[in-house]
């Protein structure tokens, strides 16, 4: 009988500690759980998860599509997608990931409902290899007119590199530079085998160097 007293104290404070935190203090993981106690998604904790990556969904969505005009649609449809196979999710640590994919194959699933065409994608993060054979980090913050207007020149000449590349080699270096997927990821997500994936990158990369090898070689 001793032993069951402080059982049952412990989980009664576990139950209070748990109801006052705020969800503002929970990590991810800890509100895609709660998201998955119930039968459906407790409401509070998916607003908060809403709240945290609203910006990542509808930065990858304009990377994708920025001409589409209705990509407040396509980011809405996100969440509701999110919200409906939440309790899907296995690992709870990445969800980041799997929102990123489902994100990415709702494009999928749309732009197969559209005429093909070769929108211009634009850039506002710089890219990053892990190979080191191309550097987009490109100094802001204190800089001269002369390299702000010489930074302003480099991405408008990306972005027209980028619109230049075949659709399927725009989507597999947004997916791997910009959101930071594996190799295995975006092979999952496209459907491409994994050597196809790894070929189309270094191919889009050799693309983007070659065009871009003037301003790369400015001191």
Not at 82 to 92: A, E, M, P, W
Not at 125 to 134: D, F, H, I, V
Not at 171 to 199: D, F, H, N, P
Request: charged fraction near 30%.
């Amino acid at each position: 009988m001793t032993s069951s007293l402080p059982l049952a104290w412990t989980r009664g404070e576990e139950t209070s500690a748990r109801v006052t935190v705020p969800l503002t203090k929970l990590t991810a993981q800890e509100l895609v759980a709660r998201c998955q106690a119930g039968r459906t998604p407790d409401r509070a904790a998916f607003t908060e998860l809403l709240r945290r990556y609203q910006s990542h969904v509808e930065r990858m969505i304009y990377h994708l599509a920025p001409d589409w005009d209705d990509r407040a649609d396509l980011v809405q449809e996100v969440w509701i997608r999110v919200y409906r196979n939440i309790h899907k999710l296995q690992d709870t640590s990445k969800f980041q990931g799997w929102l990123s994919r489902i994100a990415t194959n709702l494009f999928y699933d749309e732009l197969r409902k559209r005429k093909r065409h070769h929108p211009p994608l634009s850039l506002d993060a710089p890219l990053k290899t892990q190979e080191g054979e191309m550097n987009w980090e490109l100094a802001t913050s204190e800089a001269s007119p002369d390299d702000r207007l010489r930074t302003d020149e480099f991405y408008d000449q990306l972005r027209r590199a980028i619109a230049n590349l075949p659709e399927t080699f725009r989507t597999t270096i947004v997916l791997r530079e910009i959101e930071g997927l594996s190799y295995e990821e975006i092979a999952q997500i496209t459907g491409a085998s994994l050597g196809t994936v790894k070929s189309r990158i270094a191919r889009a990369r050799q693309r983007l160097q070659l065009e871009l090898q003037p301003y790369l070689d400015l001191p």
